[in-house]
Each structure stands twice: as structure tokens, then as C-alpha cells.
């Protein structure tokens, strides 16, 4: 009967540690996890409803230094529970010590903390810089960091392309029909785009080109060493419980009126100078549109007539779907007639594909009536004359009324998963082929780039990404994972676009690396030249996008990641030796991809993952 689990933690050292918290039904019973990481030198409260284990949402709002709190494994029964298990993940070498009260079920509120500890003091210094830790390549001063931005302003005319790319970033020396707009083109051997005046286009994308250093403070705000008048010249750093110490060294260089001038100018021309020929997802993509610099559009589809029946998937047998995806793909209509946009992504990783459980299995659970429920049970009365043959089947005692409405009380069993996989492809289908097509109409000229899967969707989730132009997938993986794209390669029969994947280190000031993780700057450069071009290399992928511009702010971002994961840092000073690898590979990657030089293979050691 309680409502919330709830402990206070002080974690100490200078580096994110990740935790998962276990809850298990029995020795071999069905497994709930909770993860979450902590800020260290800063008291921590979590507060995790108890209804959290019914896995209808994978993710908690951060609470201060208590961050990104998510669920994986299985759906648990908290009356069945017998045990928690509290594991500890971090860097092989690192000890990880902290302080926690002990683990506390209450069926009352739980208030979020009210005094900070800070054992160090302030997390960040005046320019946002993580103060609990020391790096040589730090900004000493605010004299350092004015003298660097009015360098790169000075400077920022002169970043070019090189000379044998198109006016788009394409190819010159391998021409196709041209189209007036990007286009893809299997040319016999692989996969291409094709920019609008048809040259051959492999999309080297920088995700995030936008002022992306926004930390969340909500709880935090004693763990700043300087936290500007919201009413004066700095107000336009905030953003709700959201500050921004990137905007803020503008500011402090070029004025609150002309300093999103030069970031722009500064920005596009770092993209310039290191060979990124695409603006990609997150970004503010009017930069690159106003410049005819190629770029993509996200777009995410937030329903709002029907209702969502697990996690993130709506109820697409509602009449009013239709209406919604209509109103969804109306925002393409400004940007139908521009050349510069490559495509649009649809979605990015739905909350419902992280899942270990169906959608339509989902939709049981959560036991709300809708319109998709009662289409799985018209299908079920195709397949089974009544509720005895149906209850033969699943192999519980069960009705169609059971399964029409509330929360399902019996267990998935060969025979319903059968059934329930079945018609998950049927909701995926017709989910993705409803906005397709409405994208279609609202936009006929620019490239469906797909939802940017998480990682390799199943079998059954495929069919209905055949009304997509481009599969694309989200993967931190030390090089594409060949094999599973060459499985999706031929169910779809459609190029491949990795919409994010990174590496970080932990050797630039920042608390946590990143999902992919390496040791030095000089390991991340070299990560990053044989991620791209092995992704270059394979014929069925035409480009993949950094994960992203900005290192994260050593604070957490909205959800709590602080990753460094940059080509610049929070004070815009370009990493040299990932930026000078890009350039490397940028230079060569048309030729990487044509077949024509080996993709490079020195690969670093590459460290065990924290998520």
C-alpha cells in the first residue's frame, strides 16, 4: 500500500557513478530495474513511485543531483517482491564511495531536499566549467575566453569546403539526375543521396548545432558559483529551472544583442572547417536553412484528440488519428520548397521500443478502453469462435470482455504472445503508414528519414517501415552494426542513416564520458575516424551524425546526462584532436564510400560502457 521508495545519497570523487536498483519476485521471478546515476560532491533524494514497476513509462524526471532515473527488465507485482539488489556500475579503476540513508517505503509525499550538502563547494565555476575537477586544456580566465571568440569571429569567413564538393557538400566527381532536392539513388553497387543539383551526397551530420549547454538547477541552484540577475543583460540564459552558460560567454563578449549573430556565424563555420556537411537532428535548423547549408528536421508527434495506450503509442484505431497525423504533418508545409532540407525524421526512439513487452501487451496492462483495444478483440473473433477457444489458446481462463477492457490480470503465454505480436505489427503499421502518408501530402519533395530507432527494431515492428524513404537508427556501438543493417537492408529494401552515436573521455573536465567511452581526446579522434568510415564504407549507409556539437553541461542536462561528448566545450574551445581527425576523414569520405580507399582501422581501446 505504499506510494513512494525514497533515500538520501552524497556520492564522493569527481565522475558519475550508475546505479541499478533491482526489485525480484523469487529466486528465478520476473526482474524490475531501476537505473539511475548521481551528481557527486552534492546530496541526492530519490523519490520513485512505487507504480513506476507497472513499465507504462521508462523514464522519472530528474530530481536534483538524483538523474536520469529509468526502468528496463520486467513488469514485477510489488505484493510479490521479496528482495532488492542494489548494483554499482563505474570505470574498472575507480572506487566508488558514498553515503546513503537507509531505502524507505512511505505512503506519504516525499519533499524534495530543501538545503544542499556541497562538501567542495559550488559544482561550476563563472563560465560553467566543472570546478571539483582539473584538466590541462581548462580556460584559465575570462580574458581567455573573450580572446578565443573574437578570434573565431574574426575567422569565421574564411572556413570553405573543399574545393571538389558541390555548392550542397556533395560529390562532383560522381553526378546523377539531378531533382531540384536531395534524393537517394542506388547507383548498382550502394546506396547515395543526391543533392539538388545531383551530385552524389554521404551526410556527415552534426546533431545539436544549436546553443546546447542548458543545465537543469531546479533543486541546484546553492551548487553555482555565479548565477546572473534573471531581469538584466543575462536574462536570456534562463529558460525556466534551465541555465546557459554557453549563451552566457557570448554574452559576456559580444552584448545580449548581437551574440547570437556570431555564435551563428562561429558555429556553421566550425561545421565548415572539419567537414560536416549537414545540420542535423535537434538543431536549430533555421540557421542552416536562412544560409543554404543542408540540413534535416525532427518532428515529433504529440496527439492531441486521442490518447496514448502505452507509453508513448496512440490509439491509431481512433477515427481522430486521422486528424492528428494530419495536424502533425502540416508543419513541412514552410519548408516543402526548400532545397537545402535533405529530409525530415519523424520520431526519435519511442519510449515503447525500449520496452520488453509489446505494444498491444502494454495496452493490456494499462487496462484503459480504446479504440485499438477493440480492434485486437475483432481480431481475436476472426481467429476464435469463443471465449472457451480463446481461453484454450492463451492457456488462462479468460473472455473477449477481458480483453477489451481493464487492466489484464493473467500471465502472456505462448499462445497470446503469438496473438499479441501479430497485431503489434498491425498497430506499427498502421501507425507509421498513417503519418507517412500524411507527411507525403503536406511535403511531396524532401526524404522520409524514418524515427530513429533505438538500436535494431524486431521483426514484427518492420512492416511498417516500409513507408519510410530511409531506415534510420540510433547506435553507439564501436563501429555500425553490419549484420543487423544488412538485415533491415533486405526486409526493407532501403538505404540506412544513423541518426546518433558518439565517444567521450573523461580527460576534459567533465563528470562522465559519454555512452561510447574511450580514455584520452586523442582515443576519441580516432573512435570517431573508424565509426565513420566503416560507416562509409557499407553500401547501404548513406551518412551518420555526431552526437553533438557541445560537450553537456558538467550540471546535467534536463534529464540529468552531463556527458562530454562535444567537439567544443562549454566555453567554445574546439577539441583539436577529434576536430583534426573529422577533417581527416571528411576529406576522404566520398572516396571511403566509392570504394576506392580503405576506411581507416586503427582502432583505440575502447572502455566497458556505463548505460
Known amino acids: 500500500d505504499m506510494k513512494t521508495l525514497t533515500a538520501d545519497f552524497l556520492l564522493d570523487g569527481d565522475e558519475l557513478v550508475v546505479f541499478h536498483l533491482r526489485f525480484r519476485a523469487g529466486d528465478e521471478g520476473p526482474t524490475f530495474t531501476l537505473k539511475f546515476a548521481l551528481l557527486a560532491q552534492v546530496s541526492a533524494r530519490m523519490r520513485m513511485p512505487l507504480s513506476f514497476l507497472d513499465m507504462n513509462r521508462w523514464r522519472l524526471e530528474r530530481d536534483g543531483a538524483w538523474l536520469k532515473p529509468t526502468s528496463s527488465g520486467e513488469r514485477v507485482d510489488i505484493n510479490q517482491v521479496d528482495r532488492m539488489i542494489l548494483t554499482v556500475t563505474r570505470k574498472s579503476e575507480q572506487v566508488a564511495r558514498w553515503q546513503m540513508t537507509p531505502l524507505v517505503a512511505t505512503s506519504q509525499a516525499v519533499p524534495p531536499l530543501d538545503k544542499l550538502i556541497l562538501p567542495r563547494g559550488p559544482l561550476v565555476d563563472e563560465m560553467g566549467q566543472c570546478r ?11 580574458d581567455a575566453l573573450k580572446a578565443r571568440l573574437q578570434r573565431q569571429a574574426q575567422e569565421a569567413p574564411t572556413k570553405k569546403w573543399p574545393d571538389a564538393w558541390s555548392q550542397w557538400g556533395g560529390w562532383k566527381e560522381k553526378p546523377f539526375q539531378a531533382t531540384g532536392y536531395f534524393s537517394r539513388h542506388h547507383d548498382g553497387k550502394r546506396w547515395w543521396l543526391v543533392d539538388p543539383d545531383g551530385y552524389a551526397f554521404w551526410s556527415a551530420g552534426m546533431d545539436c548545432v544549436r546553443v546546447d549547454t542548458n543545465a537543469n538547477i531546479q533543486g541546484l541552484e546553492s551548487a553555482l558559483q555565479w548565477a546572473p540577475d534573471r531581469n538584466g543583460p543575462y536574462q536570456s540564459i534562463y529558460n525556466g529551472n534551465q541555465i546557459n552558460y554557453l549563451a552566457a560567454n557570448f554574452i559576456r563578449v559580444f552584448g545580449p544583442e548581437q551574440w547570437r549573430d556570431h555564435w551563428k556565424a562561429i558555429a556553421l563555420a566550425q561545421l565548415r572547417a572539419t567537414g560536416f556537411n549537414t545540420v542535423a537532428n535537434w538543431s536549430e535548423w533555421e540557421i542552416a536553412r536562412a544560409v543554404r547549408f543542408p540540413y534535416v528536421r525532427p518532428m515529433s508527434f504529440n496527439a492531441k484528440r486521442i490518447q496514448n495506450i502505452y507509453r508513448d503509442f496512440p490509439d491509431v484505431f481512433d477515427p481522430q488519428f486521422a486528424k492528428d497525423a494530419e495536424d502533425y504533418a502540416a508543419q513541412l508545409k514552410e519548408t516543402a520548397q526548400d532545397p537545402a532540407l535533405i529530409g525530415y525524421f519523424m520520431m526519435n526512439e519511442p519510449t515503447w521500443g525500449f520496452s520488453s513487452e509489446l505494444p498491444a501487451t502494454g495496452m493490456l496492462f494499462n487496462g484503459l478502453a480504446s479504440a485499438t483495444r477493440q480492434a485486437l478483440v475483432n481480431e481475436l473473433k476472426t481467429k476464435y469462435a469463443d471465449d472457451a477457444a480463446l481461453s484454450k489458446a492463451w ?10 477492457e481493464g487492466p489484464w490480470k493473467h500471465p502472456i503465454r505462448k499462445g497470446a504472445w503469438a496473438d499479441l ?16 502518408r500524411a507527411c507525403r501530402q503536406a511535403d511531396p519533395n524532401h526524404l522520409n528519414l524514418g524515427i530513429r530507432y533505438a538500436g535494431v527494431p524486431p521483426t514484427w515492428a518492420t512492416e511498417g517501415m516500409k513507408a519510410f524513404d530511409v531506415f534510420s537508427m540510433n547506435s553507439y556501438t564501436e563501429v555500425i552494426p553490419a549484420e543487423n543493417i544488412d538485415k533491415i537492408v533486405a526486409r526493407l529494401q532501403m538505404p540506412v542513416m544513423i541518426g546518433e552515436y558518439h565517444f567521450g573521455a573523461l580527460d576534459a573536465g567533465l563528470p562522465a564520458s559519454g555512452i561510447g567511452r574511450v580514455a584520452t581526446q586523442a582515443d576519441r579522434g580516432r573512435a570517431y575516424r573508424r565509426y565513420v568510415e566503416d560507416a562509409a564504407a557499407h553500401p547501404a549507409c548513406v551518412g551518420a551524425h555526431w552526437f553533438t556539437l557541445y560537450d553537456q553541461s558538467a550540471l546535467g542536462r534536463f534529464d540529468g546526462e552531463n556527458y562530454q561528448i562535444g567537439f567544443l566545450d562549454v566555453c567554445n574551445r574546439p577539441y583539436p584532436e577529434i576536430c583534426g581527425a573529422a577533417l581527416k576523414s571528411h576529406r576522404r569520405i566520398y572516396e571511403v564510400a566509392a570504394g576506392t580507399v580503405k576506411p581507416f582501422d586503427d582502432a583505440p581501446k575502447y572502455l566497458s560502457k556505463l548505460f
Open 132 to 142: 571539483i575537477r582539473q584538466w590541462p586544456s581548462r580556460t584559465k580566465d575570462v
Open 395 to 404: 492457456d488462462v481462463k479468460t473472455t473477449f470482455a477481458d480483453v477489451a
Open 421 to 436: 505480436e501479430a497485431f503489434s505489427a498491425v498497430m506499427v503499421e498502421r501507425y507509421f503508414t498513417t503519418l507517412a
